[in-house]
């Protein structure tokens, strides 16, 4: 019912909100930052539940991994102007330096291509400066008809 | 055990065998869309798997610390939906050294022949 209602909202905006009040997304606290022709951007806020090393205040490496999964999974509609649900085949995330304490991070995801089954996707997570990131990835994810 | 894996309650317990391998009650917090896990909640599941199974081939080094081992990269293949229910993770060792170990996982929730996904990951070892 949420899916079907997000497909139906009117604006990319209103349904990248939509999607980070819902379920892992919300434990994440994602809040969508903008979106353009071919990409979009989440925002992770640091929170304690988020850390991987209670000593370090790190982010841990798999809400990396998540945030740059949602992010990538949803940018296909950036591209195709439509919601078309695509789960991720596979997805590759490569973890280039630790997060700084307390830092909360901005995924931003970016469509190579589509065609009539496939998206391939990459990822950069970053603390605001992209020419600085935390971790990038590729990744594949397909369009079905999600049934409930 | 991390705050981001307790999140997901996620826990370490030895299997039949005596291996390590990660157990995963999925709720909320662990969904994706209705009926499904999201692929970070499983890719994190499978992370601590692949954790726990580096920590136990570098065993006990007696008067030496434990090494620090920091994930490289990782790569999941989704084979189908992670379905709501109790599932489980495990990590093989392909090969560890001196500074990396490499790491094949898999996640399934009732029968370990038909994992949700497979996953290799690279840890790097630092003394």
């Known amino acids: ?140 994810f397909m369009f079905v008809d999600l049934k409930p | 055990m991390n705050a981001f894996a307790n999140l997901l309650a996620i826990r370490t317990a030895l299997d039949e065998a005596g291996a390590p391998i990660c157990e995963m009650t999925p709720g909320d917090t662990a969904m994706g869309r209705p009926s499904a896990m999201h692929g970070g909640a499983i890719a994190t599941l499978i992370e601590q798997a692949g954790r726990a199974a580096v920590l136990k081939a570098l065993g006990n080094g007696g008067d030496q610390p434990t090494p620090a081992i920091t994930l490289v990269s990782m790569t999941v293949d989704y084979l189908r939906a992670g379905p709501m229910r109790d599932c489980r993770a495990r990590g093989d060792i392909v090969k560890i050294g001196g500074r990396v170990a490499n790491i094949a996982a898999q996640a399934w929730a009732e029968d370990p022949t038909k994992p949700f996904a497979a996953a290799r990951l690279t840890f790097l070892i630092t003394r």
Do not use: Q
Request: contains cysteine; negative net charge.
């Open chain 1, 1 to 140: 019912v949420a899916i079907e209602m997000l497909s139906a909202a009117a604006d990319l905006g209103t349904a990248l909100k939509g999607f980070a009040a819902i379920g892992h997304n919300a434990a994440l606290g994602l809040a969508p930052v903008g979106h353009g022709d071919g990409w979009i951007e989440y925002r992770m806020e640091w929170r304690s539940e988020l850390t991987g090393d209670p000593e370090r205040l790190l982010i841990a490496p798999g809400a990396i991994y998540s945030l740059l999964d949602t992010t990538c999974s949803l940018t296909p509609w950036a591209k195709l102007g439509r919601f078309a649900p695509s789960p991720t085949l596979d997805l590759r995330v490569d973890y280039l330096r630790p997060p700084r304490p307390l830092a909360s991070l901005v995924a931003r995801g970016e469509c190579h291509l589509t065609t009539e089954h496939l998206a391939f996707m990459r990822g950069v997570a970053h603390e605001g400066d992209p020419t600085d990131p935390v971790a990038i990835c590729t990744g594949t």
